[in-house]
């Protein structure tokens, strides 16, 4: 079963404009963690923001914010103020591996971004 | 700080040659990971070792193997690379704490024709 889901493959938004990305996740870890990377077309991981299982807010890191529905079991990201740079491909993760101690990350297939001017 | 460095960051092989991706850290990270990258499949866990001395598979292991050298390096070998092997490999560490981010290398582009 598909642990971390992205169901939109890709998306345009206006700059300027805030625009959400989706992310849904399945564990039976009671302790977890969320993660969101960014890919731009140079190709390296960003690491953009982390969302705990046992936070009560939702994790923001300037412009990035995480949509944390913990009974919903998604992990959205909100980008504001969308710029050109905000271009790339957006990956999901799950760290799980509480009970078994193995802390694998888990990746969602990703959705692309493209910010028209 | 290098972080996480992989080599060689381009390959091309011929269909049954063998080649070792190196990666190492300088984190003092105790997990590492392999992961492949294909288009509309995201990244997928190869193998990871969760600690010196420790190896498990991942989503992916057919085709490949892993030497956790020491607590900085941990390696990739095709034994005979496949066309289906094409793909960017990526290497990555981490503290092992739920809540601790996954530091990447640069990736891998490897071909195999």
């Known amino acids: 079963a598909q642990k971390i889901t992205q169901t939109q493959p890709g998306m345009f938004v206006q700059e300027k404009e805030a625009v959400t990305l989706d992310c849904t996740y399945d564990?039976?870890?009671?302790?977890?963690?969320l993660f969101w990377y960014k890919q731009p077309s140079s190709g390296e991981m960003i690491f953009l923001i982390y969302?705990?299982?046992?936070?009560?807010q939702n994790a923001t890191e300037g412009r990035y914010s995480l949509n944390f529905q913990k009974a919903r079991k998604s992990a959205n990201l909100v980008i504001s103020a969308s710029q050109l740079g905000d271009s790339a491909m957006y990956f999901c993760?799950?760290?799980?591996?509480?009970?078994?101690?193995?802390?694998?990350?888990?990746f969602g297939t990703g959705t692309r971004l493209k910010v028209l001017a | 700080n290098a972080g996480v460095t992989q080599t060689p960051k381009f390959q091309v092989l011929k269909t049954g040659q063998s080649m070792t991706l190196q990666c190492a850290q300088d984190?003092?990270?105790?997990?590492m990971y392999w992961y492949r990258q294909d288009p509309g499949m995201g990244l997928r866990l190869i193998y990871y070792?969760?600690?010196?001395?420790?190896?498990d598979k991942g989503e992916v292991p057919n085709g490949y193997n892993v030497s956790r050298l020491n607590k900085r390096e941990f390696s990739l070998r095709l034994e005979s690379a496949a066309p289906s092997q094409t793909s960017v490999y990526f290497c990555?560490?981490?503290?092992?704490?739920?809540?601790?981010?996954?530091?990447f290398g640069q990736g891998t582009r490897l071909t195999v024709v």
């Open positions: 990555a560490s981490s503290a092992p704490t739920v809540n601790t981010e996954a530091f």
């Open positions: 564990t039976s870890d009671p302790s977890y963690g």
């Open positions: 969302q705990g299982s046992y936070d009560q």
């Open positions: 993760a799950m760290r799980e591996g509480y009970t078994s101690g193995t802390y694998k990350y888990i």
């Open positions: 984190m003092n990270h105790n997990s």
């Open positions: 070792s969760a600690s010196e001395g420790t190896t």
